[in-house]
């Protein structure tokens, strides 16, 4: 290992990376997690081992790290993508013997260009190795072969896929026959998906709430049927509808409309504990939506944006969880990367303790989500 100019290690390659990294201060290893089996199953594992169900969102901002790690001004992207990755590994370094999984964001590593996507992976790996699961926010979504594409790249650790992630966030707004290939990745990699339903953004009423007409019920269509639906129903009436496809549907939201289509898939997945492996992204500034989702959506893993930084609070997410406590993990990445600058840490920390910054803001997320949620339950 050396350094650069900027004062940033400079690993001659991702073993030496990882090795270091893999280490924390007492000079032991993280655990390493199993082989996947079941993305649905293997989730509820992790929350039910850490007790908690807090995913910790990798957002590297480069103008916001503490001044330790912060490049210079006049920084080039190369050097922009290690401090950023430094950053990443020493949150994970952080928050792996407390927290199930995290998520990095991928246009933060993108915005480095080639430089920032060969830290991505470096980051994704150290997270593996450190046994956290991992979910790339990437909102994926093409038709045909370019969505097998970006599902073979992204799913299944293990060798199965170049990035190694467990999960993926994707966009379903081009349709039923984008996310096909998504999921039948995910199926044969034992990954999972998380797809858009109702977002956390303020501007997601102008898509998302938009009324439709919604097939009632949950009895499955037959395959043609429902690929048929899912392509023509945006131009039909209800009573269109109701005529040409012979199914009962009324008017609904475009994101009640995706609810039932991630539903479908969840239930035609489900593992042992109850879940499927095509999970959903609620927003935590919705608690309305979130708690009518839950009860729509008995098969289907949430993540959950939102909290903390854009408002959500334990209280929010609370109807998020099942009466067991599993159901959703609740995504914080802001609130937590940057802790060391949020008043309630900041004298306390500051910039030269910003790693005790990000455990004390885990943790107490940890205790909010425990006191005000059914994941209090999880606790032995």
Not at 299 to 323: C, K
Request: include cysteine; charged fraction near 20%; aromatic fraction near 8%.
């Amino acid at each position: 290992m050396t350094w650069n100019n900027a004062g940033i290690h400079k690993y001659e390659n991702l073993s030496e990376c990882l090795d270091s990294r893999l280490r924390g201060n007492d000079g032991k290893r993280h655990r390493q997690l199993p082989s996947m089996q079941h993305f649905g199953d293997d989730l509820a594992a992790a929350i039910r081992r850490t007790g908690n169900p807090v995913v910790v969102g990798l957002d590297p901002r480069w103008e916001l790290l503490p001044a330790s790690l912060a490049p210079a001004p006049t920084s080039d992207y190369q050097q922009r993508a290690q401090a950023c990755e430094q950053f990443c590994c020493e949150i994970i370094d952080v928050v792996a013997p407390l927290v199930p999984a995290v998520k990095p964001q991928a246009a933060f590593f993108e915005e480095c260009g080639p430089s920032g996507m060969v830290s991505l992976g470096k980051v994704m790996a150290h997270a593996r190795q450190a046994g956290l699961l991992v979910v790339l926010d990437g909102k994926r979504n093409d038709i045909g072969s370019t969505a097998a594409a970006y599902a073979r790249g992204s799913l299944g650790r293990d060798g199965h896929s170049a990035w190694g992630a467990d999960a993926l966030t994707v966009s379903p707004y081009l349709g039923a026959d984008s996310l096909e290939p998504f999921i039948h990745v995910a199926e044969q990699r034992s990954a999972g998906l998380f797809v858009l339903v109702k977002t956390s953004n303020p501007g997601s009423h102008m898509l998302q709430d938009q009324q439709v007409a919604r097939r009632q019920g949950r009895q499955p269509m037959r395959a043609t049927a429902r690929k048929a639906l899912a392509r023509s129903r945006w131009s039909l009436t209800v009573a269109q509808a109701a005529k040409i496809f012979n199914v009962s549907v009324a008017q609904g939201t475009i994101y009640q409309l995706v609810a039932d289509y991630v539903e479908g898939e969840s239930a035609r997945t489900c593992g042992a504990q109850g879940y499927g492996i095509v999970g959903a992204v609620v927003g935590a500034t919705y608690p309305t939506q979130l708690a009518e989702l839950r009860a729509a959506m008995p098969h289907t893993w949430f993540l959950v944006p939102g909290f903390g930084s854009q408002g959500g609070s334990a209280a929010d997410v609370a109807p998020a969880f099942d009466a067991q406590g599993l159901g959703a993990i609740i995504n914080n990445s802001r609130g937590i990367n940057f802790a060391h600058r949020r008043p309630e840490y900041q004298q306390k920390f500051g910039d030269a303790r910003w790693q005790a910054a990000v455990e004390a803001a885990t943790r107490d997320m940890i205790s909010q989500l425990r006191a005000d949620t059914p994941a209090g339950k999880l606790v032995p």
